[in-house]
């Protein structure tokens, strides 16, 4: 069993920035997918970014070149630096991670909070 804690959420001007952390615990990290989803209300859960166990990246073309995904497998946590935020990139945003060879082990995180508003 895997947990996944995220952090560093809050409030923040629009072109701001901001760097989550997922830390996870119980696990192998390294060879779980970590990816980050977003929910703003009323709206579904999307897919933001997502970083393989062997540091492939790729991203949602609304966050591309702003967002950077990453992680620390000595640390055993990813990371979602975030740059040039906008009200649109408010959301909960939650890390979930998937064991790239056993797909029945998959777990997400409680969410953070980020608010971009002036």
């Known amino acids: 069993q895997v947990q996944l804690v995220e952090s560093g959420g809050g409030l923040v001007q629009p072109g701001g920035s901001l760097r989550l952390s997922c830390a996870a615990s119980?696990?192998?990290?390294?060879?779980?997918?970590i990816s980050w989803y977003r929910q703003a209300p009323g709206k579904q859960r999307e897919l933001v970014a997502i970083i393989s166990s062997d540091s492939n990246t790729n991203y949602d073309d609304s966050v591309k070149g702003r967002f950077t995904i990453s992680r620390d497998n000595a640390k055993n946590t990813a990371y979602l630096n975030m740059n040039s935020l906008q009200p649109e990139d408010s959301a909960v945003y939650y890390c979930y991670a998937h064991h790239e060879l056993l797909l029945k082990y998959h777990y997400w995180g409680q969410g953070t909070q980020v608010t971009v508003s002036s």
């Open positions: 119980g696990g192998i990290f390294s060879v779980y997918a």
